[in-house]
């Protein structure tokens, strides 16, 4: 499956989708929608080295890499957080290393999102962006060994 839209496009897509949703309850069943619709990891994933650091709740995050974009897939044992994990993936997933370093990540503050979490929760979200980013970097410098 390749993607044909950029990071950017797919993000405007989340904003527009966010906007059309009423009001902050009504956006968190929403997301947590979006999160029901994630497909769950192969039972091996599960593991201590496949856990996102950082968050409070339990996130898993494994990528493989296919012609040139990484391929990102993820689970969280809570509501609200598989759908940031499903919006993440969203954004990110089948697109290059440089793409994904490059990206422009404002869709998380424009849908409002960052101001209607908990402070944990943005701190795993953080975690959640920094993991991905950190794979970017990895599989860049794979590619230039």
Known sequence: MTNEKSIQ??????????????EWPEKYEYLMN???????????????????????SNVWMVTRFEGGKIIFEG????????????????????????????????FLERIGLQAHLSPTR?????????QIKFYALAYKAKMTA
């Open 34 to 56: 979006i999160g029901k619709h994630l497909k769950p990891l192969p039972e091996t994933f599960y593991t201590e080295e496949n856990k996102v650091k950082g968050c409070q």
């Open 122 to 130: 943005n701190n795993g979200l953080l975690a959640m962006i920094k």
């Open 9 to 22: 496009e797919i993000q405007e897509e989340i904003v527009e989708e966010f906007d059309m949703v009423g």
């Open 75 to 106: 689970d969280s044992d809570a509501l609200i957080v598989k759908g940031l994990v499903a919006l993440l993936l969203r954004v990110f997933s089948n697109h290059s290393p440089e793409e994904i370093l490059e990206a422009k990540m404002d």
